[in-house]
């Protein structure tokens, strides 16, 4: 087993690679105007870190329920800070009647060509940094991260087998994968914020129509243990979005594919402390 860290990014998660390839693709006129976006954490994050780099204004709508973690790392970004509705859809459509009124550029944090485009680079460093695997486990919230990864994989090597991992709380790519269509969850239940969509995008639901081969689901004590293992073995951080990957090679290896040489995607570590705590006292089960 390999570990493909993302969490080492400068947001401490893959979000910063869609976020700034949207903005590098965005003319000077267009990033003048400013963006906004919705988001749990993460891509809030990231989006702040771009538009830092490039010294546009930026705003971000997160649910009321949101990682305070997160929130006000996004804060220290420099991004102005919205909190809004019971959940990330609200804060989604929020925002959205903002970009209207103000012209901003919006930034979906998974149903953009751009963004998805930044985050399957993390396939395109696999290829470079390792030779032989052909398995990879990723983790799905909206979907853009798998879709950029096993779009640019099977284009490359169309061999390698490519697992997403779901909450069985918010698992609304595996029912719409099995379904044939979008469903959105009437509510979405788990420690992982940063996987808790309701639904995918139409963008990340194509993809992973035409590319992931399996969806697997785990629970939210089986992504508890796996941050407590990851870091008594590699003394690495790792939020519950980040562990869902880990968690589904150590409960459910049979579906990943018992014996193959298997790249696990670790997409962030922004765990605030009553999470971390629950996962250090966690216990295996099963």
Do not use: C
Not at 82 to 89: E, L
């Amino acid at each position: 087993m390999h570990l493909k860290l993302e969490s080492v990014q400068p947001i401490r998660a893959f979000k910063v690679r869609g976020a700034l390839n949207r903005l590098i693709r965005m003319s000077p006129s267009r990033r003048a105007a400013g963006v906004i976006t919705a988001s749990a954490g993460n891509h809030g994050m990231g989006v702040a870190y771009a538009a830092a780099q490039f010294d546009v204004a930026a705003t971000v709508y997160v649910p009321l329920a949101a990682n305070q973690l997160k929130v006000e790392a996004i804060r220290r970004l420099g991004a102005r800070v919205v909190a809004t509705g019971a959940s990330y859809h609200e804060a989604f459509v929020a925002a959205s009647e903002e970009q209207e009124q103000t012209g901003a550029t919006f930034v979906h944090a998974y149903n953009d060509p751009d963004v998805v485009a930044g985050q399957g680079t993390v396939a395109l460093e696999m290829l470079a940094q390792l030779q032989g695997f052909d398995t990879v486990v990723v983790p799905i919230g909206g979907g853009g991260l798998i879709g950029g990864i096993a779009m640019y994989l099977k284009a490359r090597h169309p061999s390698v087998r490519v697992i997403g991992v779901e909450p069985t709380g918010a698992d609304a790519m595996r029912r719409s994968l099995e379904a044939g269509h979008i469903v959105t969850l009437d509510r979405v239940n788990t420690v992982a914020d940063g996987l808790a969509a309701s639904s995918p995008g139409t963008l990340s639901f194509d993809l992973a129509q035409r590319y992931v081969d399996r969806v697997i689901t785990v629970d939210d004590g089986e992504m508890l243990h796996a941050i407590r293992v990851l870091f008594e073995w590699e003394h690495l951080l790792a939020e519950p979005a980040g562990s869902a990957a880990l968690a589904a090679l150590l409960y459910h290896a049979a579906e990943v594919g018992a014996g193959r040489r298997v790249v696990v995607v670790v997409s962030g570590a922004n765990v605030s402390e009553e999470v971390l705590v629950q996962a250090l006292k966690s216990r295996r089960s099963g």
